[in-house]
């Protein structure tokens, strides 16, 4: 389907490995927590759709921002499809995989990553011409273990996975280890407390420690 991410999106994504999942609630904090991810070697962000302002953050972001690339996250109706991509975010994310939200995607040449958590879902989406899925939540469902479990009926697929879901800082060797995780979230880089109390600073050694966390730290085309 035209809602499966491009190679270069996978590439970049690989080469990142890490990204971000801020909770931004004052549009005026956007620059100062995107400027500070930029700094600790970040260039991916998770965006989303649970705030009353998510569109205009990630429009801001996409507009003064063109290093930093963003993912639109909790799609899970048709309609957000279109806002999204009007506002410049470069992927579609769903906690689920919904096939209204992929047929909508699809219509619109959008790339969309739904969210899996059992081998079924996995299948599903591979018959639907997907080969990229957002695990969730992983930790709490068996995190890498499981993983690997659910991954291995697939693996000739060549398909990919983005882990989220109470991943921290001591578990991201674990999951970048492995190829077929392209890039794992974490909220832990840029938590609510450290947006609220504007400490950019610790938010920028925050994304420092993950990235030198990532045992996959050179660029790499993914395969």
Known sequence: MSAKISKNLKDSLYSSRIIATPHISNKEDAPYVIEALIKGGIHWVEITLRTPIAIEVIQLITEQFPE????????????QVSRVQDAGASVAVSPNLSIKVLEEASSKTMPFIPGVATPS???????MGLDTFKFFPAEMIGG???L?????P???????????????????PEYTQEAFVLAL????I???????TKNWHQITQNALSATNANVS???????
């Open 68 to 79: 930093m690339k963003v993912m639109a996250g909790t799609v899970i109706e048709p309609d």
């Open 121 to 127: 879902e996995i299948g599903l989406g591979i018959e």
């Open 144 to 146: 890498m273990q499981y």
């Open 148 to 152: 690997k479990r659910v991954y291995a």
């Open 154 to 172: 697939y693996a000739h697929k060549k398909i990919h996975f983005i882990p989220l879901g109470g991943i921290t800082p001591t578990r991201i």
């Open 185 to 188: 979230g974490g909220s832990w």
């Open 190 to 196: 840029t938590g609510k407390q450290l947006i609220k």
């Open 217 to 223: 730290k050179a660029p790499t085309k993914v395969y």
